[in-house]
């Protein structure tokens, strides 16, 4: 089983639609939880992290964390065609040095 | 440098040749990382330095992987005797210290392996 988990997709919306991205883990002693975008042929950028259970937000996407079922979720409301681009899910655990785990990213299609 | 940069961009090799892989992260960027991306698979870790201690390569395939950073800022991946399976993108990272959360990435190395 990998340490997290988190579909491939492809996943496609019409625009204005609220997408939802997941991943779940196993490990109980991740400490941070990121969301990277990737867009085609470029490195991931960070979008956003968090460090407790529930919501943070940032404009028009929302990341939420769910320790108690090791669940992560991105929102993006409004959804855009620039926001077409691979996600992935991260995850940060102290093993005598920092060590950021990636899930296997989710590439989303926003159709105009 | 503005970003991290990493060369070449692109490279075709054949079968059973060495290749190597440069990585310059951004400046006084104390932690390094090499991942490799596969189609579907998502980030595979490979392998971090951090400043003067010992690297941790838990995440180097095989023997025939190999990194080593110079001066503490510079690094070069080499893989020996290059097989198909090597295919993927080679991206390098770097964080400002061993705790910062936001890792900047290169734009990769694309490897093909023929």
């Known amino acids: 089983q990998k340490e997290v988990e988190q579909d491939p997709g492809p996943l496609s919306v019409p625009e204005g639609a609220i997408v939802s991205l997941n991943c779940t883990y196993s490990n109980s002693a991740f400490q941070y939880f990121m969301w990277y975008r990737q867009y085609s042929r470029k490195g991931p950028e960070l979008l956003m992290y968090t460090y407790s259970s529930g919501n943070k937000e940032d404009g028009r996407f929302t990341a939420q964390v769910d320790k108690s079922s090791k669940y992560i979720s991105l929102f993006i409301r409004d959804s855009q065609p620039s926001d077409s681009a691979t996600y992935l899910c991260a995850m940060r655990v102290y093993t005598g040095g920092f060590k950021t785990i990636f899930g296997a990213g989710t590439r989303l299609f926003v159709k105009a | 440098g503005a970003g991290v940069s990493q060369s070449p961009s692109n490279k075709v090799t054949e079968k059973g040749k060495d290749v190597e892989l440069r990585c310059d992260p951004i400046s006084g960027h104390t932690a390094l990382y090499w991942y490799r991306q596969s189609l579907g698979q998502g980030l595979e870790f490979l392998i971090y330095f951090q400043g003067n201690s010992a690297p941790d390569k838990s995440g180097l395939p095989s023997d025939r992987f190999s990194a080593e950073r110079t001066g503490g800022s510079v690094s070069t991946l080499t893989i020996q005797r290059t097989q198909q399976e090597d295919s993927a993108v080679y991206l390098c990272?770097?964080?400002?210290?061993?705790?910062?959360?936001?890792?900047?990435f290169g734009e990769g190395s694309w490897l093909t392996v023929v």
């Open positions: 990272a770097s964080t400002a210290t061993a705790v910062e959360n936001t890792i900047y």
